[in-house]
């Protein structure tokens, strides 16, 4: 972590795997130079309940992700909450991973279930006054009620009354 940033603030940026993105940064500040140990090495760690390894996995794949989720929905901040919330539900469930795919396909696949159901929520609901409102006004038939029909009866009869 760099020394700059006080705990509270590092650890609201650098979240719950934040050990293995620090010693990522320690690594390239003092430019040691190692082989990067491959995907399925993190992940074999990582379903072993190593939480570094799987803070690997994410500082490794956390801006690919992003970019996708950004294009897809077009706020950053909404991306961000996505890629954010699809590694914590990969996280939860890694013991369901079960390797027939890359572990990318699998998270992207559901960052993209994710972004899917928060569209499908947020669906704004109609009401009906505001469909009548936008439909405009109701076309009538223009017959009379029957107030107004037997008002009218009524000045029919009092009208023969008064000639006869």
Known sequence: ???ACPPFVANAIW???GAARASILSEKSVNRVAPPPSEQTHLAAALAGD???YGMLVVHYQDRL???MYR???CREEAADLVQDAFVQAY???DTFGGRAKFYTWLYRIAMNLALSRRRRRRPAVSIDQAKEAAGVEPSDGS???AESLLSAEQVEAVQQALN
């Open 15 to 17: 979240g719950t795997f």
């Open 51 to 53: 939480r570094d390894a």
């Open 72 to 74: 897809m929905v077009g």
């Open 92 to 94: 939860v469930k890694l």
């Open 66 to 68: 992003f970019n996708k």
């Open 144 to 146: 009379a009620g029957p």
């Open 1 to 3: 972590m760099p020394p």
